[in-house]
């Protein structure tokens, strides 16, 4: 992908990210529900997450499948405790600082300096990896890939 495409996290202009996460995640990801043909997928979105979250319903239908969002409501405290509760195991990055976990170029531990921690994603420049955007998974919405 880099001798494609160059390094497009690193340059720090969000047009190249959203090319980044159409490669990388949303074709990956249509492909797959697409090869399975799985009637319904599920997320760990929350609403707290993002102002775009905050729009999403716990179940959507999208023409071909239905999307569902079980913890949608949840708070992190909501999580903490649940995964206090059965006993889970944490991320391990949780320790080292990191309230999100992506790709390894696009993540990174909380700084005294965040506000949000979304801006530990995408170096700030955006929240969403364009997975769980509306149209993400139609044929118009495609960025063309050269093979």
């Known amino acids: 992908m880099e001798s494609s495409y ?13 090319r980044y996460d159409q490669i990388r995640k949303v074709e990956p990801m249509k492909r797959a529900l697409e090869e399975t043909r799985a009637k319904a997928w599920l997320s760990g ?5 993002t102002k775009f979250r905050q729009t999403l319903t716990p179940l959507s239908y999208d023409g071909e499948r239905y999307k569902l969002l079980p913890i949608l409501n949840w ?14 195991p944490f991320h391990p990055l949780f320790d080292r600082g990191y309230a ?12 005294g300096q965040d506000e949000n921690e ?14 769980h955007l509306p149209g993400a998974f ?10």
């Not at 139609?138 to 093979?147: N, Y």
């Open 6 to 18: 160059g390094k497009l996290w690193e340059t720090g202009i969000v047009e190249d990210l959203d």
């Open 45 to 49: 979105l929350r609403s707290e997450q």
């Open 75 to 88: 708070t992190s405290k909501d999580v903490y405790e649940y995964v206090t509760k059965h006993n889970l």
């Open 100 to 111: 999100t976990v992506g790709d390894w170029h696009s993540s990174r531990p909380l700084t």
């Open 118 to 131: 979304r801006n530990s994603r995408f170096n700030g420049l955006k929240e969403e990896c364009g997975i």
């Open 138 to 147: 139609s044929e118009t919405s495609a960025i063309a890939v050269a093979v």
